[in-house]
């Protein structure tokens, strides 16, 4: 695998994962890797009873995306191609560590590591870090109905989760290069110029 070839995009909820990730596969011609969630049959019932939802939905994407990693390692990765995700596999662990607790989470913690233990990791990470006025006014922009009265103590806790969980995938994945972006400063949407800067750093790494 040559370096960068497989770039992931992170952040919590509404950062922009979806738009840079989208943005970026067109500016620089990768095959773009997309999160299901319109067909996610769980994604409604968790946000209205987390609890009693929580091991379902935290398998459902767990199952979908060791089967998108699977098929993207087949198609591009094996190849030698770049591909660029709007997540990471890691995001699983994140999440469940928030929603589930005792025996959930330790039959949830074994599976993962069983699932995602030969997947490919990405060469490059770009985490969207954003605060929780940011992240409400891109949730409420966007209008998903399952996510407009979503708990504001649990967005906050998963910011301050990513950011934990960036700083220990630095320490455990050191050849990962991590870019960081302020995605309260830096509106890569509309100001083009800023979205440029990013290719040209993103390009850095990858050529
Ligand atoms: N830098 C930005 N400036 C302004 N609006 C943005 C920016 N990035 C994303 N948005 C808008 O915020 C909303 C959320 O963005 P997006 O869907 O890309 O987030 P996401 O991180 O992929 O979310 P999720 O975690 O739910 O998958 C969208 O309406 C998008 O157009
Ligand atoms: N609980 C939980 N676990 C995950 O692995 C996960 N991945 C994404 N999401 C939620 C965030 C957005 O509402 C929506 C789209 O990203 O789905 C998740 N929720």
Redesign the pocket.
Known sequence: MSTGSFIAVEGP?GAGKTTLSTMLSQELNIPLLK?I?EENPF?GK?YDNIEEW?FQ??MF?LCNRYKQLEDTTTKYIQHGQQVISDYHIY??LI??KR?LSGVKWEKYRQIYHILTGDLPKPDLIIYIRADLQTLLKRIKMRGRSF?QNMDTAYLEQLIIDYDHAMASLAESEPDTKIITIDGNQIDFVTHREQFDLIVSEVKEYIQ
């Open positions: 909820i999160e969630v994604l968790f929580s939905l935290e994407f995001k699983n999440f469940a929603t996510e």
